[in-house]
């Protein structure tokens, strides 16, 4: 499994970004889809998740701003990511968990200012 992250970038506070994560196959053979993300000197931290059975899960931080959908018809999981702040900066990445394996998309940068 092959997964292609885009979307990041740079943005006010305030404003949205939507991340997408193009994966290599049908995704509705993928038990679980998440978004998760990094700075520099911390843990990975989830950020979202969705599950094949329509269940979604966020971290605190971002419930209520940030919404995971996944399109089974373009195999794409998006992250609309509203009401960005400074805090949410940092690099993002798509993960899918397929029975015992994990696979990891590369890293996309979000930037947010103040």
């Known amino acids: 499994v092959q997964l292609q992250a885009s979307g990041g970038g740079s943005v006010q506070a305030g404003e949205s970004l939507r991340l997408s994560c193009a994966v290599s196959?049908?995704?509705?053979?993928?038990?679980?889809m998440a978004w998760y993300r990094q700075v520099p000197g911390k843990q990975r931290e989830l950020v979202a998740s969705?599950?094949?059975?329509?269940?979604?899960n966020y971290a605190d931080s971002v419930k209520g701003r940030f919404t995971i959908s996944r399109d089974d018809v373009k195999n794409t999981v998006y992250l609309q990511m509203d009401s960005l702040k400074p805090e949410d900066a940092a690099v993002y990445y798509c993960r899918a968990e397929r029975g015992r394996f994990a696979y990891w998309g590369q890293g996309t940068q979000v930037t947010v200012s103040s």
């Open positions: 196959r049908s995704i509705d053979s993928i038990d679980t």
């Open positions: 969705s599950g094949s059975g329509g269940d979604r």
